[in-house]
């Protein structure tokens, strides 16, 4: 629902290119709700959602609760990355993203 600019909101954009979402939601205070809004949204207007990425510290509850509730499936978690290089963004993307049969 965030806005591109005044007219059109991004998942109006979405909806108009009929492609799958990955939706991404960090691990604080409110997670669970914050993540499921836009699952809720996305869902009124038929865009499919491929899954659920998260970024920040780890909570395995919270990243459960989500998947189960919201029946979406749990791609994997991006943890803080000091340094940010693009070394270390792929290796961590390489070690904290999943396979299709993984889950959290």
């Known amino acids: 629902m965030v806005p591109l600019n005044r007219s059109p909101l991004y998942i109006d954009i979405f909806e108009r290119w009929r492609l799958p979402v990955v939706l991404r939601a960090r691990t604080l205070l409110g997670t669970i709700n914050h993540s499921l809004l836009p699952i809720e949204a996305l869902r009124k207007r038929q865009i499919d959602i ?42 961590v993307f390489k070690d904290s993203f999943i396979s299709s049969d993984f889950q959290p």
């Open 50 to 91: 491929l899954g659920i990425a998260l970024s920040g510290e780890r909570n395995a509850e919270t990243e459960s609760a989500i998947c189960d509730i919201a029946r979406v499936r749990w791609l994997g978690r991006l943890p803080w990355i000091s340094p940010l290089t693009a070394d270390s963004l792929r290796v």
